[in-house]
């Protein structure tokens, strides 16, 4: 079946850059995109970036512009979302989920990334 | 900088009907947005439900249904459960960018 496996729980300090992957299995890994999501304690999701798996095509949100880059490794089906400049509001949990052709499908189980000096 | 906008939130009776629905600052939500709902219940990833517009997947139940309402999209579930309870969120499509309403709380009782 369809997985979306992302890396472990992380903490930082403010300032340091978090890398999270996630690894796709159960489908044709270049006929999707991949999609980051975050979601802070008790708010709502926010939508980070996307790539496409086929060309490495990104979008990435404005806010993100410039902080945040979206890569892809094909030969092991597994996206990573870079963050860089941790801030104490950048704790959150961060979700990657399957794209494709405006439908998100599966999501990961999450990542918690915890930002303290 | 675009916001969408949900009920805050929502309460219906078991075996009752409500329709969430999903407003763009930029106007009338239409097809082209591509809008998505998902369902998050406390500690959980969230869980796809409809996709460009009103499309389900093979898992959702056939109680939900989505459509485009006076401007807006809409989730209408039908015959809620009490396992219907918890955060759902819409998703909306600019040209690029993916944008999240706020999140409607839905509560049965």
């Known amino acids: 079946q369809v997985q979306l496996v992302q890396s472990g729980d992380e903490v930082k300090k403010p300032g340091a850059s978090v890398k999270v992957s996630c690894k796709s299995s159960?489908?044709?890994?270049?006929?999707?995109?991949i999609s980051w999501v975050r979601q802070a304690p008790g708010q709502g999701l926010e939508w980070m970036g996307w790539?496409?798996?086929?060309?490495?095509?990104?979008n990435y949100a404005q806010k993100f512009q410039g902080r945040v880059t979206v890569t892809t490794d094909t030969s092991t089906s597994t996206a990573y979302m870079e963050l860089r400049s941790l801030a104490s509001d950048d704790t959150a949990v961060y979700y990657c989920?399957?794209?494709?052709?405006?439908?998100?499908?599966?999501w990961g189980k999450g990542t918690t990334v915890t930002v303290s000096s | 900088q675009t916001v969408v906008t949900q009920e805050p939130s929502l309460t219906v009776s078991p075996g009752g009907t409500v329709t969430l629905t999903c407003a763009s600052s930029?106007?009338?939500?239409?097809?082209?947005?591509?809008p998505n709902w998902f369902q998050q219940k406390p500690g959980q990833a969230p869980r796809a439900l409809i996709y460009?517009?009103?499309n389900k997947h093979s898992w959702t139940p056939a109680r939900f249904s989505g459509s485009l309402l006076g401007g807006k999209a809409a989730l209408t579930l039908s015959g809620v459960q009490p396992e219907d309870e918890g955060e759902y969120y819409c998703l909306l499509y600019y040209g690029g960018a993916w944008v999240f309403g706020g999140g409607t709380k839905l509560t049965v009782l």
């Open positions: 790539i496409n798996n086929y060309n490495y095509n990104t």
């Open positions: 989920v399957r794209d494709i052709q405006y439908n998100m499908d599966v």
């Open positions: 460009t517009t009103s």
């Open positions: 159960g489908y044709t890994f270049t006929n999707y995109g």
């Open positions: 930029t106007g009338a939500v239409t097809s082209g947005y591509y």
